[in-house]
């Protein structure tokens, strides 16, 4: 597809259970982020890789929450445990943007509505 | 990244062009200035950038003033589809470390028919 496709659309998780968060960024693109979005809120970041790497993790919230982007391409955002602080919309983007190019624009994907009940 | 300040909501008649304000008195020399927009229920929807010059694209128009400590995103002629919350964001960039989008509460822009 063209655009960022992010999976599933949405998903109830009973409190305690893990979940799984896929994310399939525009071929090609070097930068992937993790965005969560609480209900009235703005986006707020998460995590980020360049390729493989996870460069920035600061936004995790807890050791719960894990990413990986394995070949640099696909990424799975992982919450342990859920609890219902937990439910918020996910939000992937990617970007071709990489350390040596100029600034250019990321693209977001339509999000995981994730509720913890 | 340096802080941004918006309106909290603004009203504009269909038809007539949007002026959003966006303040950032404390942004830095290698600081862009972008523009996203979150449609109810999507993900947010990016719109320009810019680093001192005033852009253009088939969307909208940013003004940076030549202080850079303010911008204005102009909607030419809005219609009921550009409702939205609309961010200001300031950010470096990949080169230097500064790949996130820090995004603030945004001004919430309703088109009136």
């Known amino acids: 597809g063209a655009g960022v496709s992010q999976s599933p659309r949405y998903k109830v998780a009973k409190r305690g259970q893990d979940v799984a968060l896929r994310c399939d960024p525009i071929s090609g693109h070097v930068s992937l982020f993790w965005y969560q979005q609480a209900l009235g809120q703005g986006p707020e970041f998460l995590t980020y890789f360049q390729n493989e790497a996870q460069l920035d993790k600061s936004g995790l919230p807890s050791d719960r929450f894990f990413a990986e982007r394995p070949e640099g391409s696909v990424s799975t955002l992982k919450i342990q445990r859920t609890q219902q602080e937990d439910s918020a919309v996910y939000l992937c983007?990617?970007?071709?943007?990489?350390?040596?190019?100029?600034?250019?624009?990321?693209?977001f994907g339509q999000g995981t509505r994730l509720t913890v009940v | 990244d340096a802080k941004t300040t918006q309106p909290t909501s603004m009203d504009c008649a269909e038809g007539r062009a949007a002026n959003l304000p966006c303040n950032h008195s404390?942004?830095?020399?290698?600081?862009?200035v972008y523009w996203y927009r979150q449609i109810h229920s999507q993900g947010p929807q990016y719109i320009i950038h810019?680093?001192?010059n005033n852009e253009t694209n088939e969307m909208a128009s940013l003004i940076i003033t030549e202080d850079r400590k303010s911008s204005t995103l102009i909607l030419p002629h809005a219609t009921l589809r550009d409702t939205a919350v609309y961010y200001c964001i300031v950010r470096g960039g990949a080169r230097f470390g500064n790949e996130k989008l820090t995004f603030g509460t945004g001004t919430r822009l309703t088109i009136i028919p």
């Open positions: 404390t942004i830095s020399g290698n600081e862009y």
């Open positions: 983007a990617s970007s071709l943007e990489g350390r040596r190019d100029m600034n250019t624009e990321a693209f």
């Open positions: 810019g680093l001192k």
